[in-house]
Protein backbone atom coordinates (compact mmCIF):
# COMPACT_ATOMS: atom_id res chain seq x y z
CA UNK A 1 0.00 0.00 0.00
CA UNK A 2 1.44 3.52 -0.50
CA UNK A 3 1.54 5.75 2.46
CA UNK A 4 1.14 9.75 1.87
CA UNK A 5 2.90 11.28 5.07
CA UNK A 6 2.33 14.93 3.86
CA UNK A 7 -1.46 14.38 3.45
CA UNK A 8 -1.60 11.95 6.82
CA UNK A 9 -0.42 14.95 8.61
CA UNK A 10 -2.65 17.53 7.00
CA UNK A 11 -5.79 15.22 7.76
CA UNK A 12 -4.02 14.57 11.50
CA UNK A 13 -4.12 18.68 11.72
CA UNK A 14 -7.75 18.82 10.30
CA UNK A 15 -8.96 17.01 12.75
CA UNK A 16 -7.63 18.54 15.37
CA UNK A 17 -8.93 21.53 14.44
CA UNK A 18 -12.45 19.99 14.33
CA UNK A 19 -11.65 18.46 17.80
CA UNK A 20 -11.05 22.34 19.09
CA UNK A 21 -13.57 24.51 16.63
CA UNK A 22 -16.72 21.90 17.01
CA UNK A 23 -18.11 22.27 20.75
CA UNK A 24 -18.14 26.02 20.24
CA UNK A 25 -20.83 25.58 17.31
CA UNK A 26 -22.61 22.78 19.09
CA UNK A 27 -23.61 25.04 22.35
CA UNK A 28 -23.60 28.23 21.03
CA UNK A 29 -25.46 27.35 17.52
CA UNK A 30 -27.14 30.36 16.95
CA UNK A 31 -24.17 33.18 18.28
CA UNK A 32 -21.53 30.69 16.33
CA UNK A 33 -23.40 30.41 12.76
CA UNK A 34 -24.40 34.19 12.72
CA UNK A 35 -21.06 35.32 13.03
CA UNK A 36 -19.85 32.56 10.79
CA UNK A 37 -22.65 34.04 8.19
CA UNK A 38 -21.90 37.38 8.39
CA UNK A 39 -17.68 36.98 8.19
CA UNK A 40 -18.69 35.15 4.90
CA UNK A 41 -21.37 37.97 3.90
CA UNK A 42 -19.09 40.28 4.78
CA UNK A 43 -15.67 38.57 2.85
CA UNK A 44 -18.16 38.34 -0.25
CA UNK A 45 -18.32 41.69 -0.43
CA UNK A 46 -14.96 42.45 -0.06
CA UNK A 47 -14.65 40.29 -2.53
CA UNK A 48 -16.90 42.40 -5.25
CA UNK A 49 -15.28 45.64 -4.34
CA UNK A 50 -12.11 44.42 -5.13
CA UNK A 51 -13.52 43.76 -8.67
CA UNK A 52 -15.54 46.94 -9.31
CA UNK A 53 -12.37 48.71 -8.00
CA UNK A 54 -10.27 47.01 -10.81
CA UNK A 55 -12.39 48.15 -13.56
CA UNK A 56 -13.01 51.92 -11.92
CA UNK A 57 -8.71 51.63 -11.99
CA UNK A 58 -8.84 50.72 -15.56
CA UNK A 59 -11.54 53.36 -16.97
CA UNK A 60 -9.70 55.53 -14.98
CA UNK A 61 -6.54 55.01 -17.00
CA UNK A 62 -8.24 54.55 -19.92
CA UNK A 63 -9.52 57.74 -19.63
CA UNK A 64 -6.08 59.48 -18.92
CA UNK A 65 -4.17 57.91 -21.68
CA UNK A 66 -6.46 58.94 -24.23
CA UNK A 67 -7.15 62.71 -22.87
CA UNK A 68 -10.69 62.34 -22.45
CA UNK A 69 -11.60 64.91 -19.91
CA UNK A 70 -15.56 64.36 -20.18
CA UNK A 71 -14.66 60.38 -19.58
CA UNK A 72 -12.30 61.47 -16.76
CA UNK A 73 -14.98 62.79 -15.00
CA UNK A 74 -17.59 59.89 -15.12
CA UNK A 75 -14.51 57.88 -14.18
CA UNK A 76 -13.80 60.10 -10.73
CA UNK A 77 -17.53 59.89 -9.63
CA UNK A 78 -17.53 56.24 -10.28
CA UNK A 79 -14.69 55.61 -7.84
CA UNK A 80 -15.68 58.04 -5.16
CA UNK A 81 -18.75 55.87 -5.53
CA UNK A 82 -17.29 52.62 -4.75
CA UNK A 83 -15.29 53.97 -2.40
CA UNK A 84 -18.74 55.49 -0.15
CA UNK A 85 -20.40 51.79 -0.38
CA UNK A 86 -16.65 50.37 0.56
CA UNK A 87 -15.70 52.29 3.65
CA UNK A 88 -18.71 51.15 6.03
CA UNK A 89 -18.45 47.32 4.52
CA UNK A 90 -14.55 47.30 5.82
CA UNK A 91 -15.42 48.83 9.12
CA UNK A 92 -18.08 46.96 9.69
CA UNK A 93 -15.93 43.66 8.55
CA UNK A 94 -13.35 44.80 10.95
CA UNK A 95 -15.84 45.03 14.04
CA UNK A 96 -17.55 41.32 13.48
CA UNK A 97 -13.95 40.30 13.44
CA UNK A 98 -13.11 41.09 16.50
CA UNK A 99 -16.70 40.83 17.96
CA UNK A 100 -16.35 36.66 16.69
CA UNK A 101 -12.95 36.40 18.44
CA UNK A 102 -14.05 37.88 21.80
CA UNK A 103 -17.24 36.07 21.71
CA UNK A 104 -15.47 32.31 21.01
CA UNK A 105 -12.17 33.31 23.32
CA UNK A 106 -14.45 33.46 26.16
CA UNK A 107 -16.70 30.71 25.62
CA UNK A 108 -13.58 28.26 24.40
CA UNK A 109 -11.72 30.12 27.69
CA UNK A 110 -14.21 29.40 30.24
CA UNK A 111 -15.40 26.16 28.63
CA UNK A 112 -11.85 24.88 29.70
CA UNK A 113 -11.18 26.94 32.74
CA UNK A 114 -14.26 24.64 33.82
CA UNK A 115 -13.10 21.24 32.72
CA UNK A 116 -10.07 22.01 34.26
CA UNK A 117 -11.31 22.58 37.62
CA UNK A 118 -14.09 20.16 37.99
CA UNK A 119 -14.08 16.85 39.58
CA UNK A 120 -10.68 17.28 40.75
CA UNK A 121 -8.97 17.25 36.88
CA UNK A 122 -6.68 19.32 38.15
CA UNK A 123 -5.41 16.98 40.94
CA UNK A 124 -5.97 14.30 38.96
CA UNK A 125 -3.29 15.68 36.22
CA UNK A 126 -0.86 16.74 39.04
CA UNK A 127 -1.24 12.99 40.24
CA UNK A 128 -0.59 11.75 36.38
CA UNK A 129 2.44 13.89 36.26
CA UNK A 130 3.76 12.50 39.44
CA UNK A 131 3.06 9.43 38.64
CA UNK A 132 4.63 9.21 35.25
CA UNK A 133 7.71 11.08 36.79
CA UNK A 134 7.99 8.46 39.32
CA UNK A 135 8.20 5.51 36.80
CA UNK A 136 10.53 6.91 34.45
CA UNK A 137 13.10 7.64 37.51
CA UNK A 138 12.76 4.56 38.47
CA UNK A 139 13.70 2.63 35.10
CA UNK A 140 16.87 2.86 33.60
CA UNK A 141 16.93 3.97 29.98
CA UNK A 142 19.66 2.56 27.53
CA UNK A 143 17.99 3.80 24.79
CA UNK A 144 20.11 6.66 22.97
CA UNK A 145 19.19 9.92 24.01
CA UNK A 146 17.94 10.85 20.44
CA UNK A 147 16.13 8.28 19.88
CA UNK A 148 14.08 8.64 23.25
CA UNK A 149 13.52 12.40 22.27
CA UNK A 150 11.95 11.02 18.94
CA UNK A 151 9.71 8.45 20.57
CA UNK A 152 8.63 11.10 22.81
CA UNK A 153 7.64 13.99 20.38
CA UNK A 154 4.89 13.85 18.08
CA UNK A 155 3.19 16.12 15.67
CA UNK A 156 4.74 18.82 17.63
CA UNK A 157 3.55 17.40 20.77
CA UNK A 158 5.20 16.14 23.62
CA UNK A 159 3.77 13.04 24.52
CA UNK A 160 3.28 12.50 28.91
CA UNK A 161 3.85 16.09 29.37
CA UNK A 162 1.31 18.95 29.61
CA UNK A 163 3.25 21.84 31.13
CA UNK A 164 1.59 25.01 32.11
CA UNK A 165 -2.38 24.50 31.77
CA UNK A 166 -2.39 28.92 32.43
CA UNK A 167 -0.70 29.55 29.22
CA UNK A 168 -2.73 26.79 27.47
CA UNK A 169 -5.99 28.40 28.80
CA UNK A 170 -5.11 32.17 28.45
CA UNK A 171 -2.43 32.80 25.71
CA UNK A 172 -2.96 29.57 23.80
CA UNK A 173 -6.90 30.21 23.38
CA UNK A 174 -5.73 33.60 22.38
CA UNK A 175 -3.70 32.95 19.52
CA UNK A 176 -5.64 30.17 18.45
CA UNK A 177 -9.26 32.13 18.06
CA UNK A 178 -7.81 35.33 16.68
CA UNK A 179 -5.56 33.30 14.14
CA UNK A 180 -8.16 30.71 12.93
CA UNK A 181 -10.43 33.88 12.75
CA UNK A 182 -8.17 35.85 10.63
CA UNK A 183 -6.70 32.93 8.51
CA UNK A 184 -10.83 31.66 7.55
CA UNK A 185 -11.61 34.90 6.90
CA UNK A 186 -8.67 35.58 4.60
CA UNK A 187 -8.62 32.58 2.85
CA UNK A 188 -12.45 33.41 2.16
CA UNK A 189 -11.94 36.88 0.67
CA UNK A 190 -9.19 35.83 -1.28
CA UNK A 191 -10.57 32.63 -3.11
CA UNK A 192 -13.21 34.12 -4.58
CA UNK A 193 -11.62 37.21 -5.83
CA UNK A 194 -8.83 34.52 -7.29
CA UNK A 195 -12.09 33.03 -9.12
CA UNK A 196 -13.38 36.50 -9.86
CA UNK A 197 -9.83 37.82 -11.70
CA UNK A 198 -9.25 34.45 -12.90
CA UNK A 199 -12.16 34.99 -15.65
CA UNK A 200 -11.14 38.48 -16.17
CA UNK A 201 -7.33 37.33 -16.49
CA UNK A 202 -8.10 34.29 -19.27
CA UNK A 203 -10.45 36.86 -21.26
CA UNK A 204 -7.28 39.42 -21.49
CA UNK A 205 -4.24 36.64 -21.70
CA UNK A 206 -4.75 32.55 -20.80
CA UNK A 207 -1.30 31.91 -20.96
CA UNK A 208 -0.63 34.06 -17.46
CA UNK A 209 -3.05 32.09 -16.04
CA UNK A 210 -1.46 28.59 -16.76
CA UNK A 211 1.39 29.87 -15.77
CA UNK A 212 0.51 31.60 -11.85
CA UNK A 213 -0.72 27.58 -11.33
CA UNK A 214 2.21 25.94 -12.14
CA UNK A 215 4.17 28.92 -10.67
CA UNK A 216 2.77 28.94 -7.16
CA UNK A 217 1.96 25.26 -6.93
CA UNK A 218 5.89 24.99 -6.94
CA UNK A 219 6.25 27.75 -4.97
CA UNK A 220 4.02 26.46 -1.73
CA UNK A 221 5.43 22.75 -2.28
CA UNK A 222 9.11 24.35 -1.93
CA UNK A 223 7.33 26.35 1.12
CA UNK A 224 6.08 23.09 2.89
CA UNK A 225 8.93 20.98 2.84
CA UNK A 226 11.88 23.01 3.50
CA UNK A 227 10.05 25.39 6.09
CA UNK A 228 7.20 23.33 7.24
CA UNK A 229 8.65 20.56 8.98
CA UNK A 230 11.28 22.89 10.60
CA UNK A 231 9.35 26.13 11.89
CA UNK A 232 6.37 24.19 13.10
CA UNK A 233 7.85 22.03 15.73
CA UNK A 234 10.60 24.83 17.06
CA UNK A 235 7.67 27.60 17.18
CA UNK A 236 6.05 24.81 19.69
CA UNK A 237 9.43 24.56 22.00
CA UNK A 238 9.54 28.54 22.02
CA UNK A 239 5.79 28.73 23.71
CA UNK A 240 6.67 26.11 26.17
CA UNK A 241 10.09 27.35 26.77
CA UNK A 242 8.42 30.64 27.17
CA UNK A 243 5.93 29.36 29.80
CA UNK A 244 9.00 27.19 31.66
CA UNK A 245 10.55 30.86 32.26
CA UNK A 246 7.47 33.06 33.46
CA UNK A 247 6.41 30.30 36.01
CA UNK A 248 10.10 30.25 37.51
CA UNK A 249 9.45 34.18 37.87
CA UNK A 250 5.95 33.52 39.56
CA UNK A 251 7.67 31.35 41.87
CA UNK A 252 9.87 33.67 43.18
CA UNK A 253 7.16 35.55 43.59
CA UNK A 254 4.94 33.31 45.65
CA UNK A 255 8.39 32.05 47.53
CA UNK A 256 9.86 34.77 48.37
CA UNK A 257 9.98 34.56 51.95
CA UNK A 258 11.66 30.60 51.83
CA UNK A 259 13.80 32.02 49.37
CA UNK A 260 15.12 34.73 51.57
CA UNK A 261 14.95 32.74 54.32
CA UNK A 262 17.00 30.29 52.97
CA UNK A 263 19.48 32.57 50.49
CA UNK A 264 18.25 31.04 47.70
CA UNK A 265 18.92 33.74 45.09
CA UNK A 266 21.82 32.39 43.60
CA UNK A 267 20.04 28.95 43.04
CA UNK A 268 17.00 30.67 41.50
CA UNK A 269 19.09 33.12 39.34
CA UNK A 270 21.14 30.33 38.13
CA UNK A 271 17.86 28.75 37.09
CA UNK A 272 15.99 31.44 35.63
CA UNK A 273 18.79 32.12 33.71
CA UNK A 274 19.16 28.40 32.30
CA UNK A 275 15.70 28.33 31.21
CA UNK A 276 15.67 31.92 29.63
CA UNK A 277 19.25 31.28 27.81
CA UNK A 278 16.88 28.34 26.24
CA UNK A 279 14.15 29.99 25.13
CA UNK A 280 16.54 32.77 23.83
CA UNK A 281 18.54 29.86 21.67
CA UNK A 282 15.26 28.32 20.56
CA UNK A 283 14.04 32.29 19.56
CA UNK A 284 17.21 32.75 17.56
CA UNK A 285 16.52 29.06 15.31
CA UNK A 286 13.39 30.22 15.03
CA UNK A 287 13.86 33.94 13.99
CA UNK A 288 16.96 32.29 11.43
CA UNK A 289 14.21 30.42 9.34
CA UNK A 290 11.85 32.97 9.30
CA UNK A 291 14.43 35.42 7.95
CA UNK A 292 15.31 32.65 5.33
CA UNK A 293 11.32 32.46 4.90
CA UNK A 294 11.44 35.85 4.18
CA UNK A 295 14.10 36.03 1.83
CA UNK A 296 12.36 33.20 -0.38
CA UNK A 297 9.09 35.28 -0.37
CA UNK A 298 10.27 38.42 -1.38
CA UNK A 299 12.10 36.75 -4.16
CA UNK A 300 8.94 34.91 -5.05
CA UNK A 301 6.78 38.16 -4.92
CA UNK A 302 9.40 40.43 -6.76
CA UNK A 303 10.21 37.86 -10.01
CA UNK A 304 6.55 38.56 -10.92
CA UNK A 305 5.79 41.89 -11.36
CA UNK A 306 7.69 42.12 -14.96
CA UNK A 307 5.60 39.33 -16.41
CA UNK A 308 2.43 40.83 -17.23
CA UNK A 309 4.38 43.63 -18.69
CA UNK A 310 6.25 41.96 -20.39
CA UNK A 311 3.63 39.44 -21.84
CA UNK A 312 1.06 42.24 -22.83
CA UNK A 313 3.07 45.09 -24.15
CA UNK A 314 3.95 43.85 -27.77
CA UNK A 315 0.27 44.00 -28.27
CA UNK A 316 -0.02 47.29 -26.58
CA UNK A 317 2.47 48.36 -29.10
CA UNK A 318 0.56 46.78 -31.98
CA UNK A 319 -2.65 48.66 -30.66
CA UNK A 320 -4.40 45.57 -30.26
CA UNK A 321 -5.04 46.00 -25.67
CA UNK A 322 -4.95 49.63 -24.25
CA UNK A 323 -2.88 50.71 -21.41
CA UNK A 324 -5.93 50.56 -19.28
CA UNK A 325 -6.01 46.47 -19.90
CA UNK A 326 -2.40 46.16 -19.32
CA UNK A 327 -2.85 47.84 -16.10
CA UNK A 328 -5.98 46.04 -14.88
CA UNK A 329 -4.05 41.74 -16.25
CA UNK A 330 -1.41 43.25 -13.84
CA UNK A 331 -3.91 43.92 -10.99
CA UNK A 332 -5.33 40.75 -11.52
CA UNK A 333 -2.39 38.93 -11.92
CA UNK A 334 -1.18 40.14 -8.74
CA UNK A 335 -4.02 38.81 -6.88
CA UNK A 336 -4.47 35.72 -8.34
CA UNK A 337 -0.73 35.40 -7.45
CA UNK A 338 -1.20 36.41 -3.56
CA UNK A 339 -4.72 34.19 -3.30
CA UNK A 340 -2.52 31.21 -4.51
CA UNK A 341 0.43 31.69 -2.35
CA UNK A 342 -1.46 32.55 0.66
CA UNK A 343 0.45 29.22 2.55
CA UNK A 344 4.29 30.63 1.35
CA UNK A 345 3.18 34.52 2.40
CA UNK A 346 1.24 33.27 5.85
CA UNK A 347 3.14 30.30 6.48
CA UNK A 348 4.55 31.71 9.91
CA UNK A 349 0.92 32.78 10.71
CA UNK A 350 -0.22 28.70 9.92
CA UNK A 351 2.27 27.38 12.12
CA UNK A 352 1.16 29.60 14.85
CA UNK A 353 -2.60 28.67 14.61
CA UNK A 354 -1.26 24.65 14.28
CA UNK A 355 1.11 25.08 17.32
CA UNK A 356 -1.60 26.49 19.33
CA UNK A 357 -4.08 23.98 18.27
CA UNK A 358 -1.48 20.81 19.16
CA UNK A 359 -1.74 22.22 22.99
CA UNK A 360 -4.71 22.93 23.01
CA UNK A 361 -6.16 19.52 21.94
CA UNK A 362 -3.41 17.59 24.03
CA UNK A 363 -4.95 19.93 26.48
CA UNK A 364 -8.84 18.57 26.62
CA UNK A 365 -7.94 14.81 25.72
CA UNK A 366 -5.54 14.49 28.54
CA UNK A 367 -8.75 16.36 30.47
CA UNK A 368 -10.96 13.37 28.99
CA UNK A 369 -8.07 10.81 30.02
CA UNK A 370 -7.38 11.53 33.48
CA UNK A 371 -11.12 12.02 33.96
CA UNK A 372 -11.51 8.18 32.89
CA UNK A 373 -8.42 6.85 34.67
CA UNK A 374 -8.92 8.61 38.02
CA UNK A 375 -11.83 7.16 39.72
CA UNK A 376 -12.50 8.44 43.78
CA UNK A 377 -10.73 5.08 44.76
CA UNK A 378 -7.51 5.73 42.31
CA UNK A 379 -7.32 9.35 43.66
CA UNK A 380 -6.99 8.09 47.08
CA UNK A 381 -4.74 5.37 46.92
CA UNK A 382 -2.60 7.81 44.55
CA UNK A 383 -2.41 10.52 47.20
CA UNK A 384 -1.37 7.80 50.11
CA UNK A 385 1.54 6.46 47.57
CA UNK A 386 2.56 10.30 46.82
CA UNK A 387 2.44 10.35 51.25
CA UNK A 388 4.79 7.51 51.23
CA UNK A 389 7.26 8.69 48.30
CA UNK A 390 7.58 11.88 50.61
CA UNK A 391 7.96 10.12 53.39
CA UNK A 392 10.81 8.19 52.08
CA UNK A 393 12.26 10.92 50.61
CA UNK A 394 12.64 12.35 53.78
CA UNK A 395 14.07 9.73 55.15
CA UNK A 396 16.47 9.33 52.72
CA UNK A 397 17.93 12.78 52.47
CA UNK A 398 18.39 13.61 55.69
CA UNK A 399 22.01 15.31 54.82
CA UNK A 400 19.53 17.96 53.06
CA UNK A 401 17.72 18.22 56.25
CA UNK A 402 20.52 18.94 58.10
CA UNK A 403 22.21 21.25 55.49
CA UNK A 404 18.55 23.29 55.52
CA UNK A 405 19.11 22.95 59.48
CA UNK A 406 22.55 24.65 59.00
CA UNK A 407 21.14 27.30 56.58
CA UNK A 408 18.89 27.74 59.44
CA UNK A 409 20.80 27.87 62.37
CA UNK A 410 23.78 30.39 60.10
CA UNK A 411 20.49 32.67 59.56
CA UNK A 412 19.50 33.06 63.24
CA UNK A 413 23.12 33.75 64.25
CA UNK A 414 23.27 36.65 61.98
CA UNK A 415 19.89 37.64 63.30
CA UNK A 416 22.08 37.81 66.68
CA UNK A 417 24.92 39.36 65.52
CA UNK A 418 22.68 42.06 63.74
CA UNK A 419 20.32 42.46 67.33
CA UNK A 420 23.81 42.70 69.28
CA UNK A 421 25.00 45.12 67.66
CA UNK A 422 22.00 47.34 67.40
Known sequence: EMKFPRMELLIN???KLYFIISPYFKAKKKEAWFYFACLLFLGSANSGISVYVSFAQRNLTDTVTNRNEQGFAVAVNDFLYILLFAVPIFGLNDYIVSRSHNRWRRWLSTHLIQNYLSNRNY???YLKSQDSSSTQSSEVSTENPDEKSKKKEKDGIVEGELDNPDQRICVDVMTFTH?????VTLFYTSFLKMIS???ILWVIEPYLVVFLFIYTSCGSSFVGHFFGSKMIPVQDQVRRKEADTRFSMVRVRENAEAIAF???EK????????RFGITMALQETHKTSKSFLGIFQNSYSYLTWLIPVMVLYPRFFKGEVEYGTIFQAQIAFNTILGSLSLVISKFDDIAFLIS???????FKTELEKVEQEYSDGSLQNSSERLEKKDEGESNDNKEEVLEENGLRNRKDKKEEKENSIS
Request: glycine content about 4%; aromatic content about 16%.
Open 197 to 199: FVA
Open 356 to 362: SSNRLYQ
Open 123 to 125: YKL
Open 262 to 264: YSG
Open 179 to 183: TAIYL
Open 13 to 15: HLH
Open 267 to 274: LEIKEILR
